[in-house]
């Protein structure tokens, strides 16, 4: 029997290029501004059209402001890449959901959001975290320029297969453990590259009980373990997420995608080329100390000592290490910390800003910390005030930014200072990530708020 990546990958085949790769069709493709305009150069300079213009959707969202998006974007490069997505969207008949529109945000937010991301699908992005949308149990990868400009112009891509691997985290998660704990876990076993060349499908009770918002932080970070991308087989879960969405199905149409859907998983038998299995009970929440997301402990846990780690890795290990002003041994409670990320397309939806809340709720934000609270999407906003979770923010004295990729990535002006450390809920670490000379410590939006009232790395369990 076949896997369900098998299924998937199998139905979207045009043709298999004898010693070559695979011709595949692709249902969506995502644009944002940082790597399409080569692409759209790449059609014009050719004299192609987008093949297939209402199978394609943009968005801006690495270099947009996250606060006075009424004003131009400040910085000139940022602006004049935004700039260039409007007008090539323009002029290819390409949909946009453009920035300081109720329909902007980060788009791995709102393509599952507004029901665009669906099962069965093959999705792709010029952008690594397009793994996300596999959550809604879609193959769905990231791509590079140059391939964006192929699916503009056919629709299809050029790739090889990768081979499967099934996760299955069994058991329950106990209380102040989220999926951003169980992702890093993960990470932390496999190493950043221990599932490199592979497409993992996520099982086991511990993701049955997830939400729809937990399965997409789970899968957005697939890539950081090395994966061409990471999904999850579609269930009630899925269909009552997905129901009434702007672009899902309606009618007698949903019906019938749903009984569609609902054949989507892997058979009893079905055989991967690699299966790992994990007990969500020996997860507790989780922090990086290094300057991978893999370089991950336990919150009561100490950093490893060097004699524990391979002799080719302590190299690297140290480096790590002397970056972000940690020592072998040494445990992180109680480390102080300057800034506080919550948002990005790992946690910046609704159910993030409810588990912040519920721990700030009756505490004050602590004097030493500068807080950026960076909702998803518009749409995550609205929940945010409609809740009145703003209140309970507001009152613990923190404000709330508007919608883009924030703090994640320093490609827009909420960049963390030299030297200063930042417990954030992106998802990744490197050197500079969240600006030059930056100390990451990457963690779940539990954490993260006990850091944001305690000044220090603190263990969510005890507030």
């Known amino acids: 029997m076949n ?19 695979t011709q595949l069709y692709i249902d969506r493709l995502y644009c944002h501004e940082v790597t399409t305009a080569q692409a759209f150069d790449g059609l014009r300079s050719r004299g192609l059209k987008v093949f297939r213009p209402d199978h394609v959707y943009a968005m801006p969202d690495h270099n947009t402001q996250t606060h006075d998006q009424d004003k131009p974007i400040a910085d000139p490069v940022g602006r004049k890449q935004v700039e260039t997505l409007d007008k090539n969207c323009e002029e290819f008949g390409v949909k946009e959901f453009k920035y300081n529109t109720s329909d902007n945000g980060i788009i791995h937010v709102v393509g599952p959001e507004k029901g665009l991301s669906l099962p ?16 809604v149990g879609a193959v769905a990868f990231g791509i590079g320029t140059s391939e964006v400009e192929m699916v503009l112009a056919s629709q299809c891509i050029l790739q090889q297969k990768p081979k499967s691997m099934r996760i299955n985290v069994n058991g329950k998660l106990n209380p102040g453990v989220t999926a951003k704990d169980v992702a890093l876990y993960l990470m932390s076993k496999l190493t950043t590259s221990g599932a490199t060349g592979y497409f ?6 511990v993701i049955r009980d997830m939400s729809m918002d937990g399965r997409l932080t789970l899968c957005n970070l697939s890539i950081e373990m090395g994966a061409r991308g990471g999904f999850i087989a579609p269930d009630e879960t899925t269909f009552e997420y997905l129901k009434g969405r702007e672009y ?17 998983k892997s058979g009893d038998d079905a055989v991967f080329d690699k299966e790992l299995n994990f007990d969500g009970a020996d997860i507790e929440p989780r922090i990086t100390y290094g300057t991978n997301p893999g370089m991950g402990i336990g919150i009561t846990e100490s950093i490893p000592e060097l004699d524990s780690i391979p002799a080719d890795e302590q190299p690297g290990f140290k480096k790590a290490l002397n970056y972000m002003g940690f020592k072998p041994g040494e445990k992180l409670l109680g480390h102080p910390v300057d ?19 519920n721990v700030v709720k009756g505490h004050k ?3 030493s ?3 950026w609270l960076v909702p998803g999407s518009h749409l995550v906003d609205k929940q945010i005030r409609g809740e009145g979770l703003d209140k309970i923010l507001e009152e613990a004295g923190f404000e709330i930014r508007q919608p883009g990729c924030s703090a994640c990535l320093a490609m827009n002006d909420d960049k963390i200072p030299a030297g200063k450390y930042s417990v954030s809920t992106s998802n990744r670490n490197f050197e500079g990530r969240q600006g030059p000379g930056s100390r990451t410590i990457l963690a779940s939006p539990l954490v993260a708020a006990a850091a944001a009232i305690t000044g220090k790395i603190t263990d969510p369990r005890t507030l």
């Open 369 to 371: 910390i500068t807080a």
């Open 3 to 21: 896997t369900l990546f098998d299924k998937i990958w199998d139905k979207h085949v045009v043709q298999i290029v004898k010693d070559g790769p």
């Open 200 to 205: 993992v499908e996520y099982a086991g009770q």
């Open 120 to 135: 069965g699908m093959t999705i792709v992005c010029g952008d690594s975290h397009t793994s996300t949308h596999g959550a």
């Open 365 to 367: 934000k602590h004097p």
């Open 248 to 264: 899902a199905p309606k009618g007698a149409d949903w019906d019938k995608a749903v009984e569609y859907w609902k054949t989507l």
């Open 339 to 357: 800034y506080v990320f919550l948002g990005a397309c790992t946690n910046g939806r609704i159910e993030d800003f409810r588990a912040f809340a």
